[in-house]
């Protein structure tokens, strides 16, 4: 039973020790770009989300444009409200969609376009629950935090796919 708990203790060391996997979203980003000064025009929500997907990346988020490799530019979000489906006995609201609209693009340092203005946009259904008022407001909140989510998780993909030209490289700050 000893020989048995040690050899299990052993493997679980072993496994938790091979390097190079990690949970989705949990990696860090391996492309050039070290650390982003992030402008946010009307596009509070995505703009901490990006914020909280660059650090749990382990990028540094600049408090100087000078200080960044890129600089990330966030314009307004726009929530929608979609509703999906209706009881037929009761006339009321089944299902409703949320939708997300922001647009981001990147610019070196120097200011050079590195991604050109894009639109993000994003859907999520859920069950609409009248009976429960108080749990569908936070339900609706829930939501579009997941949307902001979704969308910085994809900007950070962006980033990561991003190489930068030699000419635009900012030196690394200490």
Known sequence: MYMRLICSTLLAVLVAGCGGWHLRGQGPIKGQVSSVFLKENNADLVGQAVRRELFNRGMRVARERRNADVIIELDGERFERRILSV????????????????????????????????????????????????????????????????????????????????????????
Not at 91 to 107: A, H
């Open 87 to 174: 009881d037929p006995e009761t006339g009321k609201v089944r299902e409703i969609e949320l939708g997300l609209e922001t647009y981001f693009s990147v610019r070196s340092q120097k200011g050079t376009l590195l991604i050109p203005r894009e639109p993000l946009t994003w859907q999520l259904d859920y069950v609409f629950d009248e009976g429960s008022l108080l749990g569908t407001v936070e339900q609706d909140t829930t939501v579009q935090t997941d949307l902001a989510e979704i969308a910085a998780t994809s900007v950070v993909f962006r980033l990561d796919s991003l190489s930068l030209p030699p000419s635009e490289r900012v030196p690394a700050q200490r």
